[in-house]
């Protein structure tokens, strides 16, 4: 069998994956590609599948803030957002 086939996590769909399953095959895939043993032909299969993972992982952050705003009541709360509620002029000096 080649070096180059993909283990068989890698065959699971990305969407499948909870965030802890996705983190841990990212982290396991950067290792694979930094360690400069991996053909270039399989590193862009790698690459794409860790934007892939990343972005799953992005997705599910992100959810997860969405939910604990909602149940704390927060609309977000970014430092952009808290500066549009300031009187014109901003704070004083």
């Known amino acids: ?15 499948g994956l909870s965030y802890e399953q996705a983190r841990d095959e990212l982290v396991g895939l950067v290792a694979r590609i930094e360690s400069g043993q991996v053909p270039l032909e399989e590193s862009m299969l ?15 952050l992100d959810a ?3 939910t604990l705003d909602r149940a704390t009541g927060e609309d977000g ?3 952009a957002a808290d500066a549009e509620d300031e009187p014109e002029g901003g704070a004083p000096a």
């Open 77 to 79: 709360g970014s430092p």
């Open 46 to 60: 790698l690459w794409e599948r860790g934007e892939a993972l990343a972005a799953h992982c992005q997705a599910k």
């Open 1 to 15: 069998m080649s070096q180059t086939t993909p283990p068989q996590d890698e065959t699971v769909p990305v969407a």
């Open 64 to 66: 997860a803030q969405a």
